[in-house]
């Protein structure tokens, strides 16, 4: 299936270029940081010690750091509810892409688990080199108290990595499903996380040398010589200022963590104390329906509760709520309304709204706006919808599944060099289909936008 370039940029584009943007930011902390204690003059003592493992640690630490602070950033809702439904983002391409906030959360979390296997497996390095190093010379930037000491992790490192895994493991897809509070509750977890890891910083393990102007790395003391160097070349080097005039001085790195997900975390405990306090606002229920299929509709009226059309929605039957009712600052020409359902019993909750909207637009004059399309899997003991009430629907209900292709391809014909909105709410495997085909270039230059609801 070709690829249409002008519908990839428009669903994929803004996607990537934050991916890019993203991955950029990662790696470029991540190797300012190696480089750093890799060729920082303060850090030659303690790059001696440890070798490798000090820098990967600390390279991973700051990707960590960054990816820390991100994470919480997707999880404000009342935020991004507010910018994405008031149009305080006028761009379009901007707005779809808060809607894909999930997916970013899930991004810096999986480089969350990712960076700290390599944060912990550097560590681990470097308590064995603590051990196998220990200094004589310079006995302040020792962890170990002697050559040969065995000394196991701390245990704020160990309590992070066991949060972050149960966190982890309950997010796997088949735990959300079966047993979402096992989810909730873990996800929660994170004050802790965060408590932990701000404390896990306070340690100064890790300690840089203040003084390398009057002890520059590798100087020579008064009365030593280089073992490496002849006697005249040693001269000439105490000489040209490498002899030390003074002792190496050293001193515990100051913590950074702090500064990096302070900010976001303040942020979101405010939104989520709001959407606590929020929550004990009174909701007065006014009517309950029981509709087939077990559908229960609510009615209820809550204090300066406003819902706006396209702003919130469990199911695509706002849209057609809203076309009943009108959709302002909307300017649609034409509606295509696609349901497939395994049972027809599925279709008699929505049925009434259905039919509403047909005289309606009857009424008005454009009976064509919407193209109405109703698809029954199922055909054991399959019945028609008889009722009178109900006839408008009889003509449009169709068994099987719907044929997509086509479809796009009607669409295509018609809106030529046009911009289609689609929207999608239902099982994976009908979104990687619809997906696929909004980008496919077989529609005579019409760009298909693909929106798609989740919930899980």
Not at 408 to 436: A, D, M, W
Request: with cysteine.
């Amino acid at each position: 299936m070709a690829l249409s370039v002008r519908s990839w940029v428009a669903n994929e584009g803004g996607k990537h270029l934050v991916l890019v943007l993203w991955l950029g930011a990662n790696t470029l902390l991540f190797m300012r940081t190696f480089l750093m204690y890799y060729c920082g003059q303060q850090y030659h003592y303690l790059h001696q010690m440890l070798g490798l493992g000090l820098c990967i640690s600390r390279a991973s630490a700051s990707v960590l750091n960054l990816n820390c602070s991100l994470v919480l950033l997707p999880m404000c809702r009342s935020l991004l509810t507010y910018l994405r439904g008031t149009h305080t983002v006028r761009s379009r391409k901007a707005r779809r892409l808060l809607d894909k906030s999930k997916t970013f959360h899930v991004a810096c979390g999986v480089a969350i688990c990712v960076f700290s296997v390599v944060h912990v497996s550097a560590h681990l390095v470097n308590v064995v080199n603590f051990s196998v190093r220990y200094s004589e010379e310079f006995p302040s930037l020792n962890v170990a108290r002697y050559r040969g000491e065995v000394r196991f992790p701390g245990i704020t490192g160990i309590l992070l990595v066991l949060i972050l895994f149960l966190m982890f493991t309950a997010s796997s897809y088949c735990i959300r499903v079966s047993n979402y509070e096992i989810f909730w509750y873990t996800h929660n977890l994170f004050i802790v996380f965060y408590i932990i890891l701000i404390v896990h910083v306070v340690g100064g393990a890790l300690k840089y040398q203040t003084n390398f102007e009057a002890h520059p790395p590798g100087c020579l003391r008064a009365n030593q010589t280089n073992p490496d160097k002849t006697e005249e070349e040693s001269g000439q080097a105490v000489g040209d200022g490498w002899s030390c005039r003074e002792e190496a001085r050293f001193q515990p790195n100051s913590p950074e963590t702090w500064l990096w997900v302070s900010g976001p975390l303040c942020l979101y405990c405010a939104e989520r104390l709001y959407r606590y306090i929020r929550s004990y606002s009174p909701v007065t229920i006014v009517a309950v329906v029981r509709h087939p299929c077990d559908v229960i509709e609510l009615r209820m009226l809550k204090k300066d509760f406003k819902a706006h059309p396209g702003q919130v929605s469990d199911s695509v039957c706002v849209c057609v709520v809203c076309l009943r009712d009108g959709w302002r600052h909307f300017r649609l020409r034409r509606l295509y309304f696609v349901w497939v359902c395994r049972e027809l019993q599925s279709f008699y909750w929505f049925a009434e709204l259905l039919c509403a909207l047909h005289h309606k637009l009857w009424k008005e004059n454009r009976p064509d706006y919407l193209n109405l399309q109703l698809f029954v899997s199922q055909t054991d003991g399959l019945q028609n919808i008889s009722e009178e009430r109900y006839r408008p629907l009889s003509s449009r209900l169709m068994i099987g599944r719907p044929r997509w292709k086509l479809l796009f391809e009607e669409i295509g014909r018609t809106n030529k060099h046009k911009r289609v909105g689609v929207f999608c709410c239902g099982p994976k495997g009908i979104s990687r289909t619809l997906h696929g085909l909004c980008n496919s270039d077989r529609y005579s230059g019409t760009t298909f936008e693909f929106n798609k609801e989740s919930f899980s």
